[in-house]
Antibody, heavy 119, light 107 residues
């Protein structure tokens, strides 16, 4: 059974940094692209970033480009999101997402970790 | 960036009735369109991708159709567990983008 467990969220001041982690289990981690999708409180969904199975290719939403960095450690089945220069508008529930094999959609989601950016 | 627009914002339907949700893309996304269901306090669940392919375990009452810029999700006979928010998402061009959601509520 596929499992995705996020950690690392919390309260941070504007301009601060956080590192989110996602522990994956139940599938061949290095075979699949992974990503982060966020949802601001009471709002819709936004793809933040995606990384290929090998880690060689990554993509970012314009809203986070230059501030966030996605990475993965296939030896540990871990996905990461380093978030710098955080803004109030980054406040959201951040979901770890497994990309479906062939389509740019999420077939498995974690429960999410809440990031709150506030002074 | 491709903008996805869903209608209506809220759909009031009685159990057992048919519901049809619409999604429009600001430019063609071919058949690269997905639908998700989200219930309060839960992560979204993939229902449909490639416009009409049901994800594993999704009941046959969920039917996706469309191509290009116009898409729809039909729930043929609403069950109590189907009342939720539904999002469309294009997976043709990065950034993959979601619609703002349609809430299906009990009439």
């Amino acid at each position: 059974e596929v499992g995705l467990l996020e950690s690392g969220g919390g309260l941070v001041q504007p301009g601060g940094s956080l590192r989110l982690s996602c522990a994956a289990s139940g599938f061949s981690f290095s075979t699949y692209a992974m990503g982060w999708v966020r949802q601001a409180p009471g709002k819709g969904l936004e793809w933040v970033s995606v990384i290929s199975g090998s880690g060689g290719n990554s993509y970012y939403a314009d809203s986070v480009k230059g501030r966030f960095t996605i990475s993965r450690d296939n030896s540990k089945n871990m996905l990461y999101l380093q978030m710098n220069s955080l803004r109030a508008e980054d406040t959201a529930l951040y979901y770890c997402a497994k990309r479906e094999a062939t389509a740019g959609v999420v077939d498995y989601w974690g429960l999410g970790t809440l990031v709150t950016v506030s002074s | 960036e491709i903008v996805m627009t869903q209608s209506p914002a809220t759909l009031s339907v009685s159990p057992g009735e048919r519901a049809t949700l619409s999604c429009r893309a600001s430019q063609t996304v071919s058949s690269n369109l997905a639908w998700y269901q989200q219930k309060p306090g839960q992560a979204p669940r993939l229902l449909i991708y490639d416009a009409s392919t049901r994800a594993t375990g999704v009941p046959a009452r969920f039917i996706g159709s469309g191509s290009g810029t116009e898409f729809s999700l039909t729930i043929s006979s609403l069950q109590s567990e189907d009342f939720a928010v539904y999002y469309c998402q294009q997976h043709n061009n990065w950034p993959w983008t979601f619609g703002q959601g349609t809430k299906v509520e009990i009439k």
